[in-house]
């Protein structure tokens, strides 16, 4: 323990790397921002500063570059640019889905359908929204899911009422990557007459998605999952769904107000048309790349694939590691200059058993050396091999300091 402590000390001493010269294995944390989205944003930071919302031709002149990056949000899941709402980022497409939508349909039915449907393997984005739905009366159910983090259909089947009001199942897991059956729980849902909403910002990009052919009347997404800046999202409105707002204002239509973040805007339709256009080979080259990251792991003594579910996101790897803690590895590893995570970002390197791995039913002591590693459009076969070559010995020493 004392070896491990003096082991973080000397990490938070030592300079780091810089992020050029770091592995950078994190991307469902964070993506880096690609050079042609960041040149396309800047002439909207320098000169082009107008109101989209403004009459006058500045204004209108950002009008049109914000319809335009619209079209290509839309273009890369099947959308028509008219569902699509520009928001602050993934969790506020999450709230603005699951509150706007539950607070409608609630109000529509004069109260009669106040129940959410959705599992225990969200992200805290959605179990938040939930929590504050709860506190004002909402019946909120929470599907469970198996060892490979999928939710079970009949158990979805089964909890769909008629005093349903939404129900909303994550497209993709951030931690252990397991895709769920989205259009087989859409279908279930028209059927039963039930809007449904799907948290799809670690599949956007990453997974063939066509909303109208899934049959989703809601999908969240976020700009910094895809090589776009921190601090934008959309979020996919069926034509024809009515949400009640949550920031109250005339823009995007009524549906969420705030003066548009124009820069970050054009930088998200930029990233989603590059995304569009290297779509098959982007796929192709994560999945070699996984494949090899995983048999690399897999070969070694005391190391677990966390799921063995058959249909995973391509760039995430998660594993539990017997005799080790998860946080002492990230730290041991970032010491040499490359950047995994023990869990979601937004735990904060909580050394805590993740929601997710509870729910898979991961035994605590393996759960302990949890390590998730995942790739991105900036990841490289050099990368993949300077990981392999650390991880072993990086493993022998922490095993052998304990
Ligand atoms: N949903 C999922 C599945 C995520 O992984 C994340 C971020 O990690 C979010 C929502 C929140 O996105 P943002 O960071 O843009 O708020």
């Known amino acids: ?83 699509i709402v520009f928001t602050s980022c993934g969790s506020e497409s999450d709230v603005l889905a699951l509150t706007g939508a539950a607070q409608n349909v609630f109000n529509r039915s004069s109260g009669k359908k106040n129940r959410i449907i959705t599992t225990v393997i969200e992200h805290e984005a959605m179990h938040g929204a939930c929590r504050c739905l709860a506190a004002r009366g909402f019946k909120i159910e929470k599907i469970g899911v198996d060892e490979n983090a999928l939710v079970s ?107 548009e973040n124009v820069a970050s805007i054009i930088g998200l339709g930029v990233a989603a048309r590059l995304i569009r256009e290297e779509f098959d080979a982007h796929l192709k080259k994560l999945s070699c790349l996984r494949d ?44 040499e200059g490359v950047c995994v995570s023990s869990g979601p970002a937004c735990s904060g390197g909580m050394t805590e058993l993740s929601h997710v791995l509870k729910a898979m039913n991961v035994a605590p002591e393996l759960g302990r050396g949890a390590l998730r590693v995942t790739l991105g459009w900036s990841s490289s076969d050099a990368d993949i091999e300077r990981f392999l070559a650390l991880l072993p010995r990086t493993l022998d020493k922490l095993r052998t300091s304990q």
């Open 292 to 335: 090899k990251l995983e048999a690399g792991v897999g070969a070694l003594p005391g190391a677990h694939r966390t799921s063995r579910a058959e249909n995973r996101l391509p760039g995430t790897s998660h594993f539990c590691f017997e005799g080790v803690d998860g946080h002492h590895l990230v730290v041991a590893l970032d010491l």
């Open 1 to 83: 323990m004392i070896a491990k402590q003096a082991e973080i000390e000397k990490r938070d001493k030592t300079p780091s790397p810089s992020e050029g010269d770091c592995v950078y294995l994190d991307h469902n944390a964070t993506t880096p921002v690609r050079p042609e989205v960041v040149d396309a944003m800047i002439p909207f930071l320098r000169e082009t500063y107008g109101n989209p919302n403004s009459v006058h031709s500045v204004g209108q002149k950002a009008r049109k570059a914000v319809e335009e990056a619209r079209e290509e949000v839309a273009r890369l899941i099947g959308a028509d640019a008219g569902e």
């Open 153 to 259: 259909l009949d158990a979805f089947k089964n909890a769909l009422a008629d005093d349903t009001a939404v129900a909303s199942v994550m497209f993709a897991n951030n931690e252990v990557g397991t895709i769920q059956p989205i259009a087989e729980i859409a279908r279930m849902c028209a059927k039963a007459g039930v809007l449904f909403h799907s948290d799809a910002v670690q599949a956007v990009g990453k997974v063939p998605i066509d909303v109208h052919a899934l049959g989703l009347d809601l999908l969240s997404l976020s700009g910094h999952k895809i090589n776009a800046p921190k601090g934008i999202g959309a979020l996919y409105v069926k034509k024809g769904a009515v949400l009640t707002p949550v920031i109250t204002g005339h823009q995007e239509k009524n549906r969420r107000g705030g003066t």
